[in-house]
């Protein structure tokens, strides 16, 4: 009897990266329909999706759990805004800047940040974003509490913010497949599932968690930078704020925690869902987010999107396989189909 063919990590990445860079290309031809309205909540969508998505390999596939994502936010928007306001230097110098600048922060905190472990490793990010509210709010330099006003002249707005922030979201989702797909991937959910007897395998935990953090914080500092863009106006209130930290927790872990399309999901219902729709009454708003958080953590903790998959895709599958797949013990349980 011939052997099925298992396909790789690679063939099994191909239709979803295919479908990332049409989707992407899309996007960008996109822009010139959209009115400003419309423009403008893409690219918060977009930012949002970053960020979630950022958490999201950092937390559900190396497991970290991190509440740092606003000091890398707050990294990249005000190296951006310091850079236009303080240097004659373009835009996409100081763009770039957000990138290395959130970068070379979660190299320098890796020393004592990893050395951590749960609980802790969480309470760590924290003190470090509230360090550089503080600090930034008495920076005067950097404007200190009333922040930095950049100039509108020379910064992009409109159709090209929108493309800017559709480029670093198609990244983040970029990192978020190269993991999920890529033996790197699989030394990193190892690390997560088991630290000792990844450890005792041979896999290096502080240098796969290293390589976890640094590329995710960068992508947490680009979304800075589209923020600063997109407000013109940056302050430790705004950037710095921990509610970033708190909506990247909630738009991934709703969504999907460990899964692709999860913060996809995650960032239409927690922003788009419930932040919109309740915009003019925010206490309601965080009193419902945070039902909604406790309910998914005790009665659905892999998240929506798997719940859905499962109810729309699984059962179809399920009807589509073959007595020679039956035979041959082929996975075709409710992740392995659901996943991207």
């Known amino acids: 009897m011939k052997t099925p063919s298992v396909p790789t990590g690679a063939s099994k990445a191909l239709w979803p990266a295919a479908s990332l860079a049409a989707l992407t290309v899309a996007a960008f031809a996109l822009a010139p329909a959209l009115s400003l309205g419309q423009l403008d909540l893409s690219v918060t969508l977009l930012t949002y999706l970053t960020i979630a998505q950022a958490w999201n390999v950092l937390a559900g596939f190396s497991g970290q759990i991190s509440l740092g994502a606003a000091a890398f936010m707050a990294t990249g928007g005000y190296t951006t ?7 004659g230097l373009p835009w996409p110098v100081a763009f770039l800047g957000a990138g290395v600048g959130a970068a070379l922060l979660a190299l320098l905190l890796a020393v004592p940040l990893l050395r951590l472990r749960g609980d802790y490793f969480a309470v760590g990010t924290l003190a470090v974003s509230i360090a550089i509210q503080a600090l ?18 020379r910064i992009p707005s409109g159709g090209n913010l929108y493309q800017i922030a559709v480029l670093v979201a198609a990244l983040a989702m970029a990192l978020t497949l190269y993991v999920r797909h890529s033996a790197f991937g699989l030394r990193l959910t190892a690390v997560r599932d088991n630290e000792p007897a990844a450890a005792g395998l041979g896999v290096s935990v502080y240098w796969h968690r290293l390589a976890a953090l640094v590329p995710t914080s960068a992508l947490t500092g680009l979304a800075g930078a589209v923020i600063a863009f997109q407000f013109v106006v940056i302050s430790p209130d705004g950037v710095a704020s921990v509610n970033w930290s708190l909506n990247a927790v909630l738009m991934s872990v709703v969504g999907g925690a460990g899964t692709v399309l999860g913060p996809v999901v995650g960032v239409g219902v927690v922003y788009y869902g419930l932040t919109r729709l309740l915009q003019d009454q925010q206490t309601l708003s965080l009193v419902i987010e945070g039902l909604l958080l406790v309910l998914i953590v ?17 059962p179809a599958a399920r009807r589509r396989v073959s007595p020679a797949t039956a035979e041959t013990g082929s996975d075709s349980s409710p992740q392995r189909v659901c996943q991207p």
């Open 136 to 153: 930034l709010s008495n920076w005067n330099w950097a404007g200190g509490a009333s922040g930095l006003t950049l100039p509108t002249e």
């Open 298 to 314: 005790r009665f659905a903790p892999q998240g929506v999107w798997p719940l859905v998959c499962r109810a729309v895709r699984f």
């Open 81 to 87: 805004a310091l850079t236009l306001v303080h240097t």
